[in-house]
């Protein structure tokens, strides 16, 4: 007697997800396993639940416990009565044991996922640091972090986010060092989602950042698993998505942004160096082009007589104005970079050459642009790539078109104004409730000296504006 | 979503466009125009020519298009202009007529004024400077021998403007300690004392070469004097921030033998006192003199140094005293700004006093030491010591 609606269920939806149902026949019982054989591993499904089902003595009773308890060899079982669950159950990529005179059925993980291997990282390139980077399988991702932090307060928790794609978010902290507000406050933003999929973590900063509209990012992001566990170790929150390389970690502030692993492992003075470096490089990208234009435009007499003169007589043939001068070529600039991100990498040297050849050697010889004007602008996009976090950048490059614009008009008072602007900006700014601008806007001077020393040695403390609950790190 | 943004901001986003508006109407700078759309003038010339106010001067102008089928480097050429007329505003006038763009002042490196026009007085074109916002103040003024006109004129066929040979000319002598670099901000400083004069680099064509000749000393903004090159050392001592200067002592025991030595001012201190209404200077300096070489290389010993020591002293302290006393009396005028030292001790005295007469009779106290530093001793092993 069937006692229930389970195969009448699958058979509604057996052509439409493809649902391979295999029948077998062991005395009297008619046993069903049921899964979608793209996303189930059905070396699996054959050895660890078919075969021994087979092998299992035909004169003795089979029920659905002594299968899940006595038979199968999947580690990972459950049981469920729930007829509304068994397609997601399906879907999920797990096989489903029915026996018709059961009202109740075996969940088996036998999910098989394509997943590619780990490999180096491509957006965060260091010198000296392990180069095993994320995966898009989020199981992979995990073991990356419980193989470096072997500690029991590591806490994940899941979450489910995608009314159709269901995908799956693990937030990742430390439970005796993250502050909790800080955590439920993410955990809480995760479960507020309301949308029908997820496909990248990218999709979920949008929505658990305090406003979608801010040009700075609030959160960051990580490729390298040895940068997510000191970020652990700080005190802060990783999300990690199904499906994405990327982890995402929060929260986030500005100096964090042109911060390198490498720093940690070399010398102070070398790290005090490249931070400044990194310092002086996003001032560049962000102004060299908009002084370009005060200069030119507005208040030549800032320089000595000779780069004056020098100045004119590089621009004597220019037909356009200093504005709009540095707005083409910073725009094509931008083109170049744009192309050369979309195209294959053994097309994306060519445009390297075509970029160097046409825009920089040839503009400069039919006169449309000012020698200085390419120096500026090569100089300024070199720059734009030397932070640590690229995600920063985009907004200076935004930026840099604003503060041409504004010194094009109001010279070197609107450089001012500009500047303001984005001061401002970044002050009333803040990231999960962090000062965006910490530990130089509310000023903390260990935090600042630990940051520029980049030393472990020295950083006793874990950084202040975190409000870690352990606060000592040595 | 962008919706929502603005309906939440609508207040922020009024302020801003307001502090925008207001940014744009009352304080933008409209004054836009690109370096290479305006005449570059790099030097400027001041003389007169029977009634007429005469400028004269250097406009940076544009390279050929032959430099650059050739693939040479870049020289910036230049050209020279004129202009004419009975005063400032009207000479500027007859200058704007013949500038092919509008001409921009920030570039000028010198501005040469003739002789003839310093001993008319250059305090109005000086105070011209000073109220023209482009002109910088750091632009060297000097005087010359001949017309401004004339050395604009010259072609010096090696695409360098008069402007830089004579700024680095006098940049050049200055830097080595034998002249001085004078500002236009400085001499205005000066002017606004009242009772000082100040002194001006001196230069002239010799042998068809932009030559230094010596300083021009202006009292009341007027040339009375010129003080030719090699008279200048006790000037020197006194203002220069880098003196340098060669002197030869002959060697006591063989007198074709000459010692070469260079003189350096260690330490310059000028103090003021006012002793039975008269205002007292003591200067005292301390100079650093090396010896650079011997004609004839001879052992030197303690007594010969000591006795080149005080020669030093002796010969430095009346260069000092001369320059000052043809101040006194000859200039009647205080061309080394000790009032600015007398003003910051005796500030009610110098208020009461006159200073361009008192300083005639000032009693100057010149006090020496020299010492030399350096024997150029070329053996370090050497058993006798020098």
Known sequence: ?474 | MFRVFVCKNISKIYKLLLIFILCFQLCGCWDYRDIDKRSILISVGVDRIENLIQFSGEIAGETGAEGKKNKEVKRVSVYPFVSYGENFEIARLDLINKVPKPEFLGAVKVVVFSKKYAEEGIESYLNRINGEYDYRKTLLAVISKDSPKKLFYINTNKEQSMASLIENNINYQTSHGKALYTTVGEMLSDISMKDIGYLMPYIGLENDSITYLGLGVMKDSKLIDIIHVKDTDGILYLLSKNVKITEEIPSIYKDENLYSLRTTVKKRKITTNYVNGKPVINIDLVIYARLRYQYYIKPIDDKEIKRMEDELSGRIKKYVEDIIYVSQKKYKCDIFEFAKYFKGEYPEIYRKIDWKEEYTKAIINVNVKTTITNLNLYDHNTKVKY
């Open chain 1, 1 to 474: 007697m069937v006692k229930n609606n389970f195969l009448r269920k699958i058979q509604r939806n057996r052509k439409s997800l493809d649902i391979s149902l295999r029948r077998l026949k062991i005395y009297s019982n008619e046993i069903y396993i049921t899964y979608i054989p793209q996303i189930t591993d059905k070396k699996r499904v054959s050895n660890d639940i078919i075969r021994p089902i087979l092998q299992y003595g035909k004169d003795k009773l089979l029920t659905i416990d002594i299968i899940m308890e006595s038979v199968i060899y999947v580690d990972d079982v459950n049981k469920d009565y729930n007829e509304d669950k068994i397609i997601d159950y399906i879907l999920q990529g797990k096989s489903i044991i029915i026996m018709t005179y059961e009202d109740k059925y075996i969940v088996c993980d036998t999910t098989r996922v394509e997943k590619r291997q780990i490999q180096a990282p491509i957006l965060e390139d260091t010198i000296r640091n392990p180069r095993d980077c994320f995966t898009e399988n989020m199981d992979s991702n995990l073991s990356l972090i419980r193989y470096r932090i072997k500690d029991e307060n590591l806490k994940i928790d899941d979450f489910t986010v995608g009314k159709r794609t269901k995908t799956k978010v693990a937030v990742v902290y430390i439970k005796d060092v993250a502050n909790d507000k800080y955590v439920s406050d993410i955990k809480n933003r995760i479960k507020r989602i309301k949308t029908d999929g997820i496909l990248d973590s990218g999709n979920i900063q949008r929505f658990i950042v305090n406003n979608s509209m801010m040009l700075f990012p609030e959160v960051g992001i990580i490729e390298r698993s040895d940068k997510a566990c000191t970020t652990l170790l700080d005190g802060k929150v990783c999300i990690i998505v199904e499906g994405s390389n990327i982890v995402l970690s929060a929260p986030k502030v500005f100096s964090e942004f042109l911060d390198s692993s490498d720093d940690y492992n070399d010398s102070i003075y070398w790290a005090i160096f490249s931070k400044f470096i990194r310092i002086v490089s996003l001032l560049m990208s962000l102004e060299l082009s908009a002084l370009y234009v005060a200069i030119i435009a507005f208040h030549p007499d800032a320089l000595p007589v000779e780069f004056i003169i020098a100045l004119a007589s590089s621009r004597e043939t220019v037909p356009f104005n200093a504005l709009t001068e540095a707005f083409l070529m910073e725009l094509v600039a931008e083109v170049l970079r744009e192309a050369s991100m979309r195209l294959p990498k053994q097309i994306g040297t060519a445009i390297g050459i075509v970029g160097t050849i046409v825009i920089g050697q040839a503009a400069v010889s039919a006169g449309l642009v000012s020698p200085l004007m390419v120096i500026i602008v090569s100089l300024s996009t070199m720059c734009s790539f030397v932070a640590g976090d690229y995600t920063i950048m985009n907004s200076i490059r935004i930026l840099k078109f604003f503060m041409i614009f504004i010194t094009g008009v109001l010279g070197l008072f609107g450089f001012v104004i500009g500047i303001t602007f984005i001061a401002i900006n970044l002050i009333s700014t803040s990231s999960f409730g962090v000062p965006y601008l910490a530990p130089i806007a509310p000023l903390n001077f260990k935090d600042f000296r630990n940051y520029f020393l980049s030393d472990r040695t020295l950083a006793k403390e874990r950084p202040k504006f975190l409000k870690t609950k352990d606060n000592t790190r040595q």
